[in-house]
């Protein structure tokens, strides 16, 4: 099993940034497909953004695609989510996952990630 801390939520106005990190413990997350998903109240779990686990590919969900950048850090153990341009409709809480697989295309529904962690807010205002 592979633990995962999510940080760096906040509450940001809208058209800010933020940068989630999800720190990665146990199995090293070198080895597997990682993704990014949010939760709004009310709303079911719904995909962000995805890496393999080479990080050569990446996808995103059509709603963040140009705004949201997915990337990792091997030497960290560390995952990052950059959010730019945010808006109101961003708000959620975030959560990091991993696939405990190795594979070159990317994973977009919650059923397909093992390990999850335990979700970090973000609130962007209007």
């Known amino acids: 099993q592979v633990q995962l801390v999510e940080s760096g939520g906040g509450l940001v106005q809208a058209g800010g940034s933020l940068r989630l990190s999800c720190a990665a413990s146990?199995?090293?997350?070198?080895?597997?497909?990682m993704g990014w998903f949010r939760q709004a109240p009310g709303k079911e779990r719904e995909f962000v953004a995805a890496?393999?686990?080479?990080?050569?590919?990446?996808a995103y969900a059509d709603s963040v695609k140009g705004r949201f950048a997915v990337s990792r850090d091997s030497a960290e153990n560390a995952v990052y989510l950059q959010m730019n341009s945010l808006k109101p409709e961003d708000t959620a809480v975030y959560y990091c996952?991993?696939?405990?697989?190795?594979?070159?295309?990317?994973?977009?529904?919650?059923?397909?990630?093992?390990?999850w962690g335990q979700g970090t807010q973000v609130t962007v205002s209007s």
């Open positions: 146990g199995r090293t997350e070198n080895d597997y497909n």
């Open positions: 890496m393999t686990w080479a990080g050569g590919v990446t």
């Open positions: 996952a991993v696939k405990r697989f190795r594979s070159y295309i990317t994973y977009v529904n919650v059923a397909e990630y093992d390990d």
